[in-house]
């Protein structure tokens, strides 16, 4: 048995590939046909809500259907989004299994019961998608870690240009800025952008001493009134 599987080692390889292929093709229609995690987790929320719903409306008839027609709309799309590329992809695979047979039937692994076959499928999945959601997981941990250095480091950036110039910048700073101040901040910033002014030009700060000296004038005008 041993030897005869030695043998046929390039047909296990191919049993290899179709695992792999298949799995491959389960995430692509996953991706492009499924439904999102995170549209996934809005739209199962969205049903316990229904659910809440529905309980509160128990002494309103009308009321009760319309929920539950909502929530049977909201479940059949769901299940819609996440059977269907299962059912494609399983129909593929047992497509791609009846072309491979009829090439290799005559080789000992395929004269095997057909349950054989899921067993290395099964396994390559677990492997391939478990290795996919790690990916993604450190990936998108990564860029929350990264977005919140970003945030700091542009928050220190205007600390550091704050504690230099002697101004009080906070951030949101630029809310309270009057209309016409908010306007001038715009067009400095697109006239920089185009490289009509020097680049380095603090545009903030300028706008912020210009703030600090209007404010000033005020109060001068309320102490003179």
């Given at each position: 048995?041993?030897?005869?599987?030695?043998?046929?080692?390039?047909?296990?390889?191919?049993?290899?590939?179709?695992?792999?292929?298949?799995?491959?093709?389960?995430?692509?229609?996953?991706?492009?046909?499924?439904?999102?995690?995170?549209k996934?987790?809005?739209?199962?929320?969205?049903?316990?809500?229904?659910?809440?719903?529905?309980?509160?409306?128990?002494?309103?008839?009308?009321?009760?259907?319309?929920?539950?027609q909502?929530?049977?709309?909201?479940?059949?799309?769901?299940?819609?989004?996440?059977?269907?590329?299962?059912?494609?992809?399983?129909?593929?695979?047992?497509?791609?299994?009846?072309?491979?047979?009829?090439?290799?039937?005559?080789?000992?692994?395929?004269?095997?019961?057909?349950?054989?076959?899921?067993?290395?499928?099964?396994?390559?999945s677990?492997?391939?998608?478990?290795?996919i959601?790690?990916?993604?997981?450190?990936?998108r941990?990564?860029?929350?870690?990264?977005?919140?250095?970003?945030?700091?480091?542009e928050?220190?950036?205007?600390?550091?240009?704050?504690?230099?110039?002697?101004?009080?910048?906070?951030?949101?700073?630029?809310?309270?800025?009057?209309?016409?101040?908010r306007?001038?901040?715009?067009?400095?910033?697109?006239?920089?952008?185009?490289?009509?002014?020097?680049?380095?030009?603090?545009?903030?700060e300028?706008?912020?001493?210009?703030?600090?000296?209007d404010?000033k004038?005020?109060?001068?005008k309320r102490?003179?009134?």
């Amino acid at each position: 048995m041993v030897a005869t599987i030695a043998a046929e080692l390039p047909q296990y390889l191919i049993v290899l590939a179709v695992c792999v292929g298949m799995t491959t093709i389960s995430q692509l229609f996953r991706h492009f046909f499924g439904m999102k995690p995170e549209k996934s987790m809005a739209m199962q929320q969205r049903l316990r809500e229904l659910q809440e719903e529905m309980m509160a409306a128990r002494d309103d008839p009308e009321t009760l259907a319309a929920i539950q027609q909502e929530a049977m709309s909201t479940y059949r799309t769901t299940m819609r989004k996440q059977l269907i590329p299962s059912c494609i992809s399983s129909l593929l695979f047992l497509g791609i299994w009846w072309v491979v047979g009829s090439l290799f039937g005559d080789y000992y692994f395929f004269n095997q019961p057909t349950w054989t076959f899921f067993i290395p499928y099964l396994m390559f999945s677990l492997v391939i998608n478990g290795g996919i959601f790690l990916v993604r997981y450190l990936i998108r941990k990564s860029r929350k870690k990264r977005g919140v250095l970003e945030e700091d480091d542009e928050f220190q950036a205007t600390m550091d240009r704050s504690m230099k110039s002697g101004l009080n910048f906070r951030p949101g700073w630029d809310a309270n800025l009057s209309p016409e101040l908010r306007q001038m901040k715009s067009d400095l910033e697109q006239k920089k952008a185009r490289g009509e002014i020097p680049q380095d030009i603090d545009i903030d700060e300028e706008i912020q001493q210009m703030s600090d000296d209007d404010e000033k004038k005020d109060w001068k005008k309320r102490l003179e009134s």
